[in-house]
């Protein structure tokens, strides 16, 4: 599919289904591909034409993007990563003092009525709604679920910073002087579980840290 897209004009190929964070595709179609995977064969079939590949969907950390990048994406599209802050779009709600930003997938029920006024009788919805909580100070980038919600995280500098951090962490281990040299440094290798979890359940945001009482 990637090559006929190419051949038939197309300069870049979006590439990515069932993988997004409020995606229920998989689930509603029993549609998808890994996205890893589809990034790196598809990668491959678009460069051979001169063409490009847009990662979308799958990125919960700075370091998906990078894997991304390392898999062969020209670019990589961001969505729930972002959801919350200020720039971002979503209506604003409020639910016991504290105030959330709407955010939900683009064949969910709730974008479709945006766009068309109903879901059509033919379709699925294939996303669902959720919100993100205010906070004007966030450093992590990790989006908060809480029933539902989603935390505003305030300015998305900080979450740029972090992404932009990572991604020269990852030039960096792998020997790559430009991001576009990433593809040629990565290797990937297959493995169950990679992340240290010994105290996940003692890991406190940075916004907690601030509110404790240091005892001296």
Same mark, same amino acid.
């Given at each position: 599919m990637t090559e006929a897209l @190419? +051949? &038939?004009g197309a300069d870049v190929v979006k590439v990515g289904i069932g993988s997004g964070s409020v995606c229920t595709t998989r689930k509603k179609a029993g549609v998808g591909y890994p996205q890893l995977s589809a990034v790196l064969e598809c990668a491959d079939a678009s460069?051979? +034409?001169n063409g490009h590949v847009m990662s979308d969907g799958g990125c919960t950390n700075p370091g998906d993007v990078a894997k991304a990048f390392g898999a062969g994406a020209d670019f990589v599209m961001i969505g729930g990563l972002f959801a919350g802050h200020d720039q971002c779009g979503?209506? @604003? $709600? %409020?639910?016991d003092g504290q105030k959330y930003k709407l955010f939900y997938g683009?064949?969910?029920d709730t974008a479709m009525e945006k766009r068309e006024g109903s879901v059509a009788e033919y379709r699925a919805s294939e996303g669902k709604t959720i919100t $993100?909580? #205010?906070? *004007? $100070?966030f450093t992590l980038i990790e989006i908060m679920v809480i029933s539902n919600l989603v935390l505003i995280i305030g300015d998305i500098s900080k979450t740029v910073q972090d992404l932009l951090g990572g991604l020269r962490s990852a030039c960096t281990y792998t020997g790559a002087k430009k991001l576009k040299e990433l593809s040629k440094r990565a290797t990937f290798v297959r493995v169950t579980q990679q992340t240290n979890? *010994? #105290? &996940?359940?003692? %890991? @406190?945001s940075p916004l907690e840290l601030q509110n404790l009482n240091i005892a001296v």
């Open positions: @190419i +051949l &038939a460069h051979g +034409l979503g209506d @604003i $709600v %409020e639910k683009m064949s969910s $993100v909580p #205010y906070r *004007q $100070v979890e *010994q #105290y &996940a359940t003692f %890991e @406190i």
